[in-house]
Nanobody, 125 residues
Framework: QVQLAESGGGLVRPGGSLRLSCLAS????????MGWFRQAPGKEREFVGG????????WIEDSLKDRFTISRDSAKNTMYLQMNSLKVEDTAVYYC??????????????????WGPGTQVTVSS
């Protein structure tokens, strides 16, 4: 019923900023929360951060919390990922996902039941 679509990816220079969006479409959208994940070539998908939908409480992976910020506009069914001071190692396909309930921690991929197709972020000079 619900479909997710990421946008905003592209090529950015090291030290630059990029804002990703995740738009949810469908008859209704009322998840417990949403999350951002990323996957670089040859690596496993890793957790970036998450946000509860009703309250907007956020959690960013410790290694990224000084540079990345998550927000949402529930009226627009949209979640955002603001990425600052980007590094080459941030290059990855970024995915958004929604979870129906709080059955585990935000960083566990298995609790998310809907995923977007991903958007490529390339950090290079």
């Amino acid at each position: 019923q619900v479909q997710l679509a990421e946008s905003g990816g592209g090529l950015v220079r090291p030290g630059g900023s990029l804002r990703l969006s995740c738009l949810a479409s469908g008859q209704s959208f009322s998840p417990y929360g949403m999350g951002w994940f990323r996957q670089a070539p040859g690596k496993e998908r890793e957790f970036v951060g998450g946000i509860t939908w009703s309250g907007g409480a956020t959690w960013i992976e410790d290694s990224l919390k000084d540079r990345f910020t998550i927000s949402r506009d529930s009226a627009k069914n949209t979640m955002y990922l603001q990425m600052n001071s980007l590094k080459v190692e941030d290059t990855a396909v970024y995915y958004c996902a929604s979870r129906p309930s709080r059955t585990s921690y935000f960083g566990v991929p298995d609790v998310y039941d809907t995923w977007g197709p991903g958007t490529q972020v390339t950090v290079s000079s």
